[in-house]
């Protein structure tokens, strides 16, 4: 086995190539186990992955020389060579080129950093015609702050208020190397923001009542939507889980919001965890604090247990999965 192993490698056209590219994709499969990615910094995790470029174009050339579908048939290897073409140009264009066209057209910069917590800070963006951006409260971008030490990495954040001709505000925990850094940022700050990004917005409602439940750090795209999703007096709910009133982040803004809005603001702490019994969110509990729930969309945000617990909790309190809308802050 060695033996031909090895000859494959060393005297067949461009398999070289392709065993590199398999041990990279091997490569992208390891640190994508959660045992692994538990143990590795999110912007080492993000590299990782852009290996898989590297991979495809390692492989390409060995599909042209080795595979039968291409060796003699000129037609299949025109056309598969028109589609990486087409998405390598998809990559280049949505990558690179829109995000720097993008810092040109809008020349977006760090206008103010505040303290909204204990390692909690909200960055205000500023720039210009920031509204032709086409971003909606509950979506994010991956943020790229030009100082020495930042700017090699592109993060995602979630806008934490609603976006304007004018302004863009994140809010971000510290939870990390990269985001324990953005608290020193300086006004006048340069920043490329590639996006926006999700699906997590007003689009995806379809009932009449609504309510926003978040955990943690989920508040952010959550106090966003609190603010702008057109709802009637009654309609909206917030529900905020936290560890303890000292983790609640905005509390005087969604206080604020809930008055102009004649929206309700819940809270429900407790302590952290992942066991299920330990979590205050359950399906008695939600259906105590709102006794028509089943009729609500839900929109969901916070970290991965939370999420998917209170996934399992809105389905035994009567929510049809088709309107429980959830986004998770995890990699």
């Known amino acids: 086995v060695i033996g031909q192993t090895s000859a494959f490698i060393t005297t067949y056209k461009d398999v070289l190539m392709a065993t590199v590219a398999l041990g990279l994709l091997v490569l992208v499969g390891i640190v994508s186990a959660r045992a692994a990615r538990r143990r590795l910094r999110y912007e080492t995790w993000h590299f990782i992955h852009l290996y898989t470029y590297l991979a495809v174009a390692l492989a390409f050339s060995h599909q042209f020389a080795n595979g039968a579908e291409f060796m003699f048939n000129r037609p299949a290897r025109v056309l598969w060579s028109a589609m990486y073409l087409a998405v390598g140009a998809s990559l280049l264009w949505y990558r690179l080129l829109m995000p720097i066209s993008q810092a040109f057209r809008h020349r977006l910069e760090v206008v103010q950093v505040k303290q909204e917590g204990p390692g909690t800070i909200s960055i205000w963006i ?191 309190a009567g929510v049809p999965a088709k309107h429980i809308h959830h986004e998770t802050f995890a990699f």
């Not at 409602?205 to 609504?210: H, Q, Y």
């Not at 106090?223 to 529900?239: D, I, Q």
């Open 126 to 316: 500023t720039g210009h015609r920031l509204d032709k951006l086409g971003a909606e409260p509950g979506q994010f971008f991956r943020w790229r702050f030009l100082t020495r030490d930042l700017w090699w990495a592109a993060n995602p954040y979630s806008l934490s208020a609603a976006p304007t001709a004018e302004y863009l505000r994140i809010t971000v925990k510290d939870l990390g190397e990269h985001s324990g850094q953005l608290a020193g940022l300086r006004p006048g700050t340069k920043v490329i923001a590639e996006g926006p990004f999700g699906a997590f917005t007003s689009a995806r409602r379809s009932r009449r009542k609504v309510l926003l439940l978040a955990g943690g750090v989920g508040i952010t795209p959550i106090r966003a939507l609190f603010e702008s999703l057109p709802a009637s007096v009654g309609e909206l709910t917030l529900l905020y889980r936290t560890h303890g009133p000292a983790d609640v982040v905005f509390g005087t803004e969604l206080e604020w919001i809930a008055k102009q809005r004649g929206a309700r603001l819940l809270y429900v702490f407790g302590p952290r965890g992942r066991g299920r019994r330990r979590d205050p969110i359950d399906a008695a509990e939600l259906t105590r604090k709102i006794p028509d729930l089943a009729e609500h969309d839900v929109y969901l945000c916070g970290p991965a247990g939370l999420t998917d617990h209170a996934r399992e909790q809105l389905r035994r």
